[in-house]
Nanobody, 127 residues
């Protein structure tokens, strides 16, 4: 059974930074791409960023490009999301997810390409 556990969320002022972590267990982490999604109250879950299994390809939503950076440490079975220049509109529950299939060479953005999912971590950005 694959488990994904997010951490690092919290309350931060606009313009601040946070780093989210997602620790994986129960599957060979290094074979699978990883992604971050978020869901704000009353809104649908949306793609934030993804990284291929090798780390060689990344993909970002336009709304976070230039501010967020996704990375992975396969030795630690962990994927990170560094979030800088945070805005109130970044407030959401952030979820990490593992790609369903291994060894894809690209970093997908569709939630349909991912599963399983973590339980989420709350990020709140105050103005």
């Amino acid at each position: 059974q694959v488990q994904l556990v997010e951490s690092g969320g919290g309350l931060v002022q606009a313009g601040g930074s946070l780093r989210l972590s997602c620790a994986a267990s129960g599957r060979t982490f290094s074979r699978y791409g990883m992604g971050w999604f978020r869901q704000a109250p009353g809104k649908e879950r949306e793609f934030v960023a993804s990284i291929s299994w090798s780390g060689g390809n990344t993909h970002y939503a336009d709304s976070v490009k230039g501010r967020f950076t996704i990375s992975r440490d396969n030795a630690k079975n962990t994927v990170y999301l560094q979030m800088n220049s945070l805005k109130p509109e970044d407030t959401a529950v952030y979820y990490c997810a593992a790609e369903t299939y291994a060894f894809k060479d690209y970093a997908p953005s569709s939630a349909a390409d991912f599963g399983p999912w973590g339980q989420g971590t709350q990020v709140t950005v105050s103005s």
